[in-house]
């Protein structure tokens, strides 16, 4: 009778926690769905053709697109030719944002991608593997009335990528090839109000600078930036969660100081993860607010990495643990040869990282993709991380088969053990397929997600409801990952309950091979875990 009731108390248990998990992770995907817009914004611009004759051009005035003091545009380049222009002194001009709106901190980001509009002409032929070079400057303001503030100038090259659909005949003249976008601006802050961007197009046949380009008729402009209710939503899920993981951190760790005995490896992992996931949350953000920190999006790179190498790393030691088998386990160099691909992957995808958003922090104009050197080597970095990710879940899909071969062994001799030893066992298949099974629900959620997202318009319309569905993956999957990190530390924290006098060494019969085996793994008669506890079904009998 007592064995039955604690056993209902266990299951009801387990229910409760399971209950509460469930609630919380549909509230972070209604958060998203119901509350947050979409997470980003995409705003067009035209450039503005502008003439100036000065020398010199950028260390005297900038040239704006409208308002009280802007340029002397040109309506196009028959225009120009006209009036006898040279094509070094057009500038095309492009106002950040658009007129009667201002930029905000709470946008976070923005990127820029451009196009250009090439019409064909027979004597302006657009030739093949052609490059484009750009004179691009970049400044700021707060004010309409204060003078312009410059962040960065550079001289960019561009490849193009055009195609033309029709015969190349003098009655396809006019007509403008498609051509790929090209990347063209990434900053990591947005701490002004305005911005002006200013691009020449300079020419010179005797250097073969913007040469057999065509007839470039207009440069179009897509900017790309969070928004802002999207930024408050996402602030405040950080600043809910942080303090959330770190309770249970202070709690699971105080568990395992009070033990009699060192913590093994599986506990030290598991704790690892849990500060890896505090790094994520910790909503530093906050002070992009009021500081101009174009580093943030590589610091989040950062962080998110630390993370999923962590999160990697827990799973490969999570399966070894539970090998139930005679090889000595509780050791980190144990697993060097799983861990290692892990780590020169993330190495790989760090150095492209700083090859990329690194440089921008000086040049936000910069890609690595632009040259075929920094396409080779960004080819490299990813294709040598990929192989390091195929080798992991080579070792990880081969433990996985190996666990659960030893439980299909250990299960059938179950009966013929000491009780002791039996419990033990119990406690390792319980928690392994209760751990697996939730590990798979998350990773095919976020694929799930991770698919709608990218097929569905963005959000889901019913009656007058709308759903963003963009924002509900980005929060649901980002409270699923916490609440993945908060089970797992409640889960595997040490109780230090004592079930009765049946756990005693004499009572249960352990021989000293047995207790060995016990403390190999963190289920032992030390201090079992809260899974262990939970599933304890024969413990009191």
Not at 287 to 303: A, K, P
Request: one cysteine or more; aromatic letters at 14%; glycine letters at 6%.
């Amino acid at each position: 009778m007592a064995g039955a009731i604690i056993e209902n108390m266990s299951t009801r248990k387990l229910c409760i926690v399971g209950g509460i998990l469930l609630v919380f992770q549909v509230i972070a995907f209604l958060v998203g769905g119901l509350i947050a817009p979409s997470p980003t914004t995409a705003v067009p611009y035209m450039s503005v053709k502008c003439i100036d004759v000065r020398k010199n051009h950028h260390k005297t005035k900038w040239l704006m697109p409208w308002g009280p003091n802007h340029c002397k545009k040109l309506k196009d380049f028959d225009e120009a030719v006209s009036r006898q222009i040279e094509a070094n002194d057009i500038v095309f001009a492009v106002h950040i944002p658009l007129p009667n709106k201002e930029m905000s901190p709470w946008f976070q980001f923005m990127l820029f991608i451009m196009q250009l509009d090439i019409a064909f002409k027979m004597d302006n032929d657009l030739k093949e593997n052609a490059e484009i070079t750009l004179d691009v400057s970049l400044a700021y303001r707060d004010d309409m009335f204060d003078d312009w503030e410059e962040i960065a100038h550079a001289i960019e090259i561009r490849k193009l990528k055009c195609t033309f659909g029709s015969p190349k005949t003098v009655e396809s003249e006019g007509r403008h090839y498609d051509c790929d976008f090209l990347p063209f601006m990434e900053i990591g802050s947005v701490a002004h109000k305005f911005y002006l961007l200013n691009i020449r197009l300079p020419v010179s046949d005797r250097r073969g600078i913007n040469v057999g380009i065509g007839e470039i008729k207009d440069i179009r402009l897509v900017g790309i930036h969070q928004n802002g209710g999207f930024t408050k939503v996402w602030f405040a899920m950080k600043t809910f969660l942080t303090p959330s993981i770190l309770i249970i951190m202070v709690w699971y760790w105080r568990r395992i100081t009070l033990m009699t005995r060192a913590p093994v490896l599986l506990e030290k992992v598991i704790f690892a993860l849990g500060i890896s996931m505090t790094f994520i949350n910790i909503p530093v953000e906050w002070f992009s607010i009021g500081f101009d920190w174009t580093w943030m999006l590589l610091f989040g790179d950062i962080r998110q990495g630390i993370f999923y190498a962590m999160l990697l790393s827990f799973w490969i030691i999570f399966c070894g643990e539970h090998m139930m088998d005679q090889n000595e386990r509780n050791r980190l160099s144990g697993y060097w040869k799983q861990v290692g691909p892990i780590a020169v992957g993330s190495f790989c995808l760090f150095i492209f990282d700083m090859c990329e958003r690194g440089v921008q922090l000086k040049n936000p104009f910069y890609s690595i993709w632009t040259t075929e050197v920094g396409t080779e080597l960004a080819m490299a970095f990813i294709i040598v991380a990929g192989i390091c990710l195929c080798l992991y879940f080579l070792f990880l899909c081969f433990m996985v088969f190996q666990v659960f071969r030893n439980i299909s062994g250990k299960q059938s001799s179950l009966p013929a053990m000491s009780k002791a030893r039996r419990l033990h066992y119990e406690g390792l298949i319980f928690r392994f397929k209760f751990l697996m099974l939730i590990t798979l629900a998350c990773a095919a959620m976020t694929v799930i997600f991770f698919i709608v997202s990218q097929v569905t318009e963005g959000h889901w319309k019913w009656g007058d409801i709308t759903i963003q569905v963009n924002s509900a993956f980005f929060t649901g999957i980002y409270g699923m990952w916490n609440l993945y990190v908060f089970a797992l530390m409640f889960l595997y924290a040490p109780s230090h309950k004592n079930y009765g006098d049946d756990q005693s060494h004499g009572d249960l019969g352990v021989t000293s091979g047995e207790e060995l085996q016990l403390t190999t793994t963190i289920t032992h008669v030390d201090g079992p875990t809260e899974v262990y506890k939970l599933a304890r079904k024969e413990a009191q009998e």
